[in-house]
């Protein structure tokens, strides 16, 4: 009788320590992962410039807009942290006009992926207006690289609803601002990403 009851409690011992060890199980693979996050993150080549397929396209668009008539200049690519921090400041802690709302990390020129164009004039000014026509043919040039930019795969910041950015643009490679955040970047040897499988 004291030998079955002292059985049962071995066994209840038992049984409530595979409930523990199954209840660890789940909850070390969290553990794990977070650790793995935080190693991967340290692994990952830091980030210095533009996204091999973004240059291309990049390049694509300077090309491509020349032979419309009319001259970009690119005023902003990969940005690091450090400079998006003092550019979202400005207008805020420092001097100047609120360019920007996205802190480090959250803009898309941090992982690469983003660029900025204006219009470059004959005399070498550079200017931001989206009217003026300096092909002649009768459409605004602003919108005319926009249009091209949009070909060739990039996202226009002008699309927004809520703080377009005009000249702004992107590639996201369909990755959300929080999953580059967490590390996860595209592939570097993404290439004709939007046009898809079709030219493999
Ligand atoms: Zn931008």
């Not at 553990?31 to 390049?59: C, R, S, W």
């Amino acid at each position: 009788m004291i030998k079955r009851r002292r059985k049962t409690l071995v066994l209840l011992a038992a049984l409530l320590l595979a409930i523990f060890y199954m209840q660890m199980q789940t909850a070390i693979p969290g553990i794990i992962n977070d650790m793995d996050f935080d190693l991967g993150k340290k692994e990952t080549p830091a980030i210095t410039g533009l996204h091999p397929y973004v240059l291309k396209q990049k390049n694509e668009l300077v090309r491509l807009t020349k032979q419309r008539g009319i001259t970009i200049v690119i005023t902003d690519g990969y940005r690091s942290h450090e400079e998006q921090t003092r550019i979202y400041n400005q207008g805020r802690t420092t001097e100047g006009d609120i360019v920007t709302n996205a802190k480090a990390g959250q803009s898309l020129h941090n992982y690469g992926l983003a660029i900025d164009f204006a219009l470059r004039l004959e005399d070498g000014s550079v200017i931001w207006d989206m009217e003026y026509d300096g092909n002649g043919n009768g459409k605004s040039d602003w919108m005319e690289v926009v249009a091209i930019a949009k070909e060739l795969g990039f996202e226009w910041g002008g699309d927004w609803d809520k703080f377009p950015d005009y000249p702004h643009l992107q590639m996201d490679f369909g990755l959300t601002i929080r999953e580059l955040q967490r590390g996860k970047l595209p592939d570097a040897d993404i290439h004709e990403y939007s046009e898809g499988a079709k030219s493999k």
